[in-house]
């Protein structure tokens, strides 16, 4: 059966209780950033998910689930139509002035993860970003081998643009829960229209590449998939070497969206990751709520820890 995840109680728990709320921060109101924000109000570093290419703002709705339970404030987003890295510099900063967040870790998924490392490459005089989660990200465009149709992706109609978006799901097999994140992920792209595609690719193709130098500092964790995604090992192992002091969190499977299909593994290292800020200014977590979830963490380590040497 299709649409697995779109009828499932929790994705439809989450649309009748977590509102979606629009903002403009532009001079031009066709920008519009479109959000999540679930969780206490009165954390002022909480984690943002930044959306791949195909995602919406609902691709995250198991880590919004997850880790406003565990006491966290996530907020997941979709981009307005930004044609250039510093057009959504820009704007992302604007944004996080409307909601009054000075400092605020993030999540970004494949160009989520490019687009997150170069906003805190770009505001690191003044630093906004306290620390980064990339997952099945990239540090360099030019490993599309598009950089050349970069600027002709604003010409394209809709389908070519879906088109060249659906080449990068998984060809390979998948267990079923793989083939749900993928007919969700579909549904996703369908409802993003032409300029919002095209604009994203056109950010995902602009060549650019991360400068590491600027953020050599901050706190990393790198989610990887070892099975079918869409980067290449090559592409991995530069993110290793950009950030030589990273954490690393390994999925043997879970093709390009591990959030939705492998969630408990994502967000047990998402816990992990942040559990480190625990006490401080930078904490994302309500401060009553952290012995309870550090209980829940050590708990689920156990049994992950079992389950890896099951599998050995």
């Not at 001079?27 to 791949?52: E, H, N």
């Not at 870790?105 to 306290?130: C, D, I, M, N």
């Amino acid at each position: 059966m299709m649409e697995e995840i779109k009828v499932s109680p929790d994705y439809n728990w989450f649309r009748s209780t977590v509102p979606l709320k629009r903002i403009i921060v532009d001079d031009d109101d066709s920008k519009v950033w479109s959000l999540y924000d679930a969780g206490p109000k009165t954390i002022r570093c909480p984690i943002i998910f930044l959306p791949p290419v195909s995602g919406t703002a609902e691709v995250f709705f198991q880590q919004v689930l997850a880790l406003t339970g565990w006491g966290y404030r996530v907020i997941s987003l979709q981009y307005p139509v930004y044609w250039d890295l510093t057009e959504f510099f820009d704007g992302f900063r604007k944004l996080l002035d409307h909601l009054q967040l000075d400092k605020v870790h993030l999540f970004g998924a494949s160009l989520g993860g490019f687009l997150a490392q170069k906003f805190a490459e770009y505001t690191y005089k003044s630093p906004r970003v306290h620390s980064l989660i990339l997952c099945n990200s990239f540090s360099d465009t030019s490993i599309f081998n598009q950089t050349w149709t970069a600027n002709s992706f604003w010409l394209m109609p809709a389908f070519m643009l879906k088109k060249i978006v659906l080449g990068n799901f998984a060809k390979g097999p998948v267990d079923p829960k793989m083939a749900d994140a993928i007919d969700f992920m579909v549904d996703r792209l369908e409802s993003l229209n032409q300029s919002e595609l095209a604009s994203r690719l056109t950010l995902n193709c602009q060549n650019s590449y991360v400068e590491p130098h600027k953020i050599k500092d901050m706190a990393v964790t790198i989610i990887d998939v070892f099975d079918q995604s869409a980067l290449s090992m090559e592409a991995k192992e530069e993110m290793y070497k950009l950030y030589p002091n990273a954490r690393r969190a390994h999925l043997k499977t879970g093709g390009n969206f591990p959030y939705l299909c492998r969630s408990a593994e994502v967000n047990l290292y998402i816990q992990i990751h942040l559990r480190q800020f625990h006490g401080t200014r930078y904490a994302a977590i309500s401060p009553d709520m952290v012995s309870a979830e550090e209980l829940e963490v050590q708990d689920s380590c156990l049994t992950n820890n079992q389950d890896s040497e099951d599998d050995e």
